[in-house]
């Protein structure tokens, strides 16, 4: 749970990459942002490549960017549809879910650990031992900062 001091905020998808230091919220967050309060999704990212100054110290449920890296296989089968979200309380995914609605993928069918998310029955995301798998290369702006929201979910040191 990072304490922001100041930065930059984006509304999930508006950066086409997180990079190293940058913070995925988990679960909505009430900030200051250039005077007003509004919330922020999970999903939304603080980082210095957005433009939405954060004029207040807040705390966030996040994940920082840079502490694990998730896996990304290389996708050889062709998928379409909505995102199957296989755990209910994994928030960000219901968000990323919205945003893509029915859409085509090229995945990476291969079964590796459990399944988290899936399209059509093949998955997505998935964790095996604190490690995440993103099984396709599609829709980064989205899917990346959702595979590191699941790192808030498997690793021992966020639930402490």
Not at 80 to 91: A, I, K, M, T, W
Request: net charge neutral.
């Amino acid at each position: 749970m990072p304490y922001i001091f100041q930065g930059k905020v984006c509304k999930p998808g508006e950066i086409d990459l997180v990079r190293k230091g940058d913070i995925v919220i988990i679960k909505p967050v009430t900030l200051l942002v250039e005077g007003r309060q509004r919330v922020y999704s999970p999903l939304s990212v603080i980082s210095d490549s957005c433009k939405s100054v954060i004029t207040s110290p807040a705390w966030v449920d996040g994940v920082v960017v840079g502490e694990q890296e998730p896996i990304i296989l290389r996708g050889k089968m062709e998928v379409s549809g909505d995102l199957e979200v296989l755990s209910p309380d994994f928030l960000p995914a219901f968000v990323a879910r919205r945003i893509l609605g029915s859409t085509k993928f090229v995945v990476d069918p291969s079964p590796v650990g459990t399944p988290v998310v899936s399209v059509s029955r093949t998955p997505l995301l998935s964790a095996k031992r604190g490690k995440v798998f993103l099984h396709t290369e599609d829709h980064h702006n989205i899917l990346l900062p959702l595979a590191y929201s699941l790192f808030f979910f498997v690793s021992s040191s966020s639930s402490e």
